[in-house]
């Protein structure tokens, strides 16, 4: 089956700086990629998806490409805030047939005011 | 509209007992999978129902049953719980199966402790 790799943590950041969450993935063919976040006490959220090789996807100012070359999903934020803090999961589909998926270990990120 | 609801909220059992968890799938959703979350790590998938059969199962042991209602409401067992049992467990639903784009929709998660 597929397979993903996300870079560990926790990740401390100043309110306002630059968010870079590492994801790589193992998979035959090109399947669609998925960040969900998860706040305390809660589920999983879904964050953003990309389907296809070089889409971008995006929410709440949060990005991710998918560069096939690289087989990465990473994501990134431009300015961080405080609600922002969470554990944030990269996710493929567990086999190219279906839609159950496999997630990374999750990168906790934690901003400080 | 309701999203997936899970229940119950939590649950604290011994070794050797039996655990029923519920979900209800998102409103026009047929598809639900289960995933265990243990503490710090990520989400491993347990199996997927579709049509009220077991359509895809992760690498769980026998231990780990299920059901889907005709209303699409599922619920997980697991049998002779083992302390390695404990965790976080999510209900996913999604509106197509075996749609590979489908976004899944989670639950906010059965806590169950095994004491």
């Known amino acids: 089956g597929n397979s993903v790799t996300q870079m560990e943590g926790p990740v401390t950041l100043s309110e306002e700086a630059f968010l870079t969450i590492n994801c790589t993935y193992t998979?035959?063919?090109?399947?669609?990629l998925f960040w969900y976040v998860q706040y305390p006490g809660e589920g999983l959220q879904l964050l953003l998806k990309?389907?296809?090789?070089?889409d971008k996807g995006s929410n709440k100012g949060f990005e991710a490409t998918y560069r096939k070359e690289t087989t990465s999903f990473h994501l990134e934020k431009g300015s961080v805030q405080v609600s922002d803090s969470a554990v944030y999961f990269c996710?493929?589909?567990?086999?190219?047939?279906?839609?159950?998926?496999?997630f990374g270990g999750g990168t906790r990120l934690m901003v400080k005011p | 509209d309701a999203g997936v609801t899970q229940s119950p909220t939590h649950l604290i059992k011994t070794r050797g007992q039996q655990v029923t968890l519920r979900c209800s799938p998102k409103s026009g959703h047929d598809t639900v999978s289960w995933y265990q979350q243990a503490l710090g790590q990520g989400p491993q998938f347990i199996f997927q129902y579709y049509e009220e059969e077991e359509r895809q199962r992760g690498n769980f042991p026998d231990r780990f049953s299920g059901h889907q209602f005709p209303n699409y409401s599922s619920e997980l067992n697991v049998n002779a719980l083992l302390l390695g049992d404990s965790a976080l467990y999510l209900c996913?639903?999604?509106?197509?199966?075996?749609?590979?784009?489908?976004?899944?929709?989670f639950g906010p998660g059965t806590r169950l402790t095994v004491l």
């Open positions: 998979a035959t063919g090109y399947p669609s």
């Open positions: 996710a493929l589909p567990y086999y190219n047939a279906g839609n159950m998926l496999t």
């Open positions: 990309a389907t296809k090789a070089d």
């Open positions: 996913a639903s999604s509106p197509e199966f075996g749609a590979r784009t489908d976004t899944q929709y």
